[in-house]
């Protein structure tokens, strides 16, 4: 099968598109993509219970920069990773759309 054939064997014709996995599968499936309500249940029950049986202030002294060298690697890091979601201003390149979190 070439490049520029389909999974059905016909040659793609120019111009056309393949159809992404989820456009394959259908939209009506609700357990994947934007507003996974799955994940969304899983992901808030463990945190609840993580909550609820683990203890969390020492948790966080433990993950405290140890030593002056390391909180600078710390914030090093952050700062890195700042810069790469700086690039996310432009709404084309948001999975939000560019949507204001605060505004419905």
Known sequence: MSANDDRSGKPQQPGESQ???????????????????KAT????????????????????????????????EMRKAEDLGKSKADGMRDPKDRMDGGKDPGRG
């Open 41 to 72: 249940r899983d992901y808030e029950r463990g945190l609840k219970e993580h909550l609820q049986s683990h203890d969390v202030e020492r948790e966080a002294r433990d993950a405290a920069p140890r030593s002056d060298e390391e909180a600078r």
């Open 19 to 37: 159809p992404s996995r989820q456009q394959q599968q259908g939209s009506g499936d609700k357990e994947h993509g934007e507003g996974n309500y």
